[in-house]
Nanobody, 121 residues
Framework: QVQLVESGGGLVQPGGSLRLSCAASGSIRSINGMAWYRQAPGKQRELVAGIISGGSTNYADSVKGRFTFSRDNAKNTVYLQMNSLKPEDTAVYYC???????????????WGQGTQVTVSS
């Protein structure tokens, strides 16, 4: 069993900052990649930032220079530091991880439950 636990969402004023975290736990053999996605009302889910093992971080154009993706491999945790937040950043943010589990063949993609980020004055 693999679980992704997210935290850090909430209400913030424009120009403010927020940090999201996502910790993976359970029967994990290896984590091949982790990422943050978001979905605003009426819009499709989009990739915000992500990384694969041994690769570089990719950011959506809309968040470059404002958001920073980081990871703590020892804790199987990733973070999304969000600065200079705009109302357009309002969305449900989801953690995604591609994980190879003990007892299962191949890899599977897991999703967190989502955390609401609202940017409003």
């Amino acid at each position: 069993q693999v679980q992704l636990v997210e935290s850090g969402g909430g209400l913030v004023q424009p120009g403010g900052s927020l940090r999201l975290s996502c910790a993976a736990s359970g029967s994990i053999r290896s984590i091949n990649g982790m990422a943050w996605y978001r979905q605003a009302p009426g819009k499709q889910r989009e990739l915000v930032a992500g990384i694969i093992s041994g690769g570089s971080t990719n950011y959506a154009d809309s968040v470059k220079g404002r958001f920073t993706f980081s990871r703590d491999n020892a804790k199987n945790t990733v973070y999304l530091q969000m600065n200079s937040l705009k109302p357009e950043d309002t969305a449900v943010y989801y953690c995604n991880a591609v994980i190879q589990s003990w007892g299962l063949s191949g890899v599977n993609a897991y999703w967190g439950q989502g955390t609401q980020v609202t940017v409003s004055s």
